[in-house]
């Protein structure tokens, strides 16, 4: 309603989500030198703002007065977030707000904030208060006394956890040994990878190109930024007072994502891929989607082989047109979704789908043929049959479909 104080939220950057290397110039704000620019992503956090920002104001007003800013990034939060720090500014010098109505996601969000940020450090901290505030001097401290990165760390001396169930210790280990097993290079770095708490200096991301994917940004930092000196510093993760997390299952299918594309674009498949000018992430996508397509196939041939007692010919069928369609869905949204994307119509998914099946379909006849002379002929064990017919056709489905469906040749 007030036009005055929404002029006062900080326009959110746009184009590629790089760091510059000298901090931008807000050309009639006399701001002197920042030190420190930390940034609170929010989503849903009404209940939490202004306590965060009043500890984290009291803090640092104590150790770096005038030379920090706080900058709340919140996603046009349906609670109005961002009203509400906004409404802080006037007691809060130091506070700055943007608030994003183009853009979702975590890792983006933090990412928009450094771009807008003046200091020389920029730093991220979840705006919950599961981040202890006081831990916040040592970050910077340890930046101060030669780190590149950081990290405030669950995993080191006077570090932990709260009172975590043990799926979720378990979930949380879990998904860090993956890491460790794909990108040894950036997650053995750090004994805390999944960290949302940490700073970094400003030329050690300076013009990464960083990736909006996933909500563990400080892997994207690792990645594809300089950082020769890591430091970390314990703390407790908290429980949530006010609020909720906004963690699901998608976000765990993100950061698989995530760690896949790092692999990728980083280190010597990254290099390799970009000489050869093969789609190697592609293809690897492809073949995951295709080893889904095969648990999807032996369920249903399974099925319906013991509890439908159906023929074998019409199981093969039967089954791998279920696959079909599992394959096809998944291609469509993710190893081919950029393409898709730009063609999204129903009628040319339809087309798309079509195109797939028609494939596959030649390959399902494939199989029949394949299982047929191995079990009828040769004698060799149905289940086995049936593997080795599945692997045959899904050769044929990848090299054709690269061809014809997604007309991937023509992209780049
Ligand atoms: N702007 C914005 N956009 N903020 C978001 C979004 C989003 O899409 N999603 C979450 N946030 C904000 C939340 O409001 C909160 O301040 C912070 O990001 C963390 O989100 P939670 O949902 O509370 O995550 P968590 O409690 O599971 O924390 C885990 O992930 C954090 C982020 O990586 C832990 O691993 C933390 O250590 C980690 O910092
Ligand atoms: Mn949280």
Redesign the pocket.
Known sequence: MNTNSSQSLLTVPTGPLKISELPPSYGDVDSGYTHLSLV??????RDNIEKIVSILSQLLDESIPGKYELIV???DSPDRTWEVAQSLMKEYPQLRVMR?QDE???SS?VIRGWQAATGNVLGVI???L??PPEVLMQLLRSVEQGADLAVASRHVEGGGVSSWSVVRRFLSRGAQLLGLVILPGVLGRVSDP????FMVRRSAIANAKLNPVG???LLEVIGRGKVNQVGEVGYV?CE?KE?E???TWKQYIDYIHHLVRLRLSTGRVGRLSRKVNFPIGRFIRFGFVGLSGVFVDLTVFYLLRTVIHLGLTRSTILSAGVAIINNFLWNDLWTFGDISQRQGSPNQRLKRFLKFSAICLAGVILQALIINFLFNVLGINEYLAKLIAIAVATIWNFSINLKLSWRVTDVK
């Open positions: 609170i992503p929010t989503y849903k956090e990034v919140d996603d994003r979702r996601g975590l969000a979840d705006g919950d599961q981040h999944m960290s949302g708490y909500y563990k940004i993760f949530r609020g997390s906004k963690v």
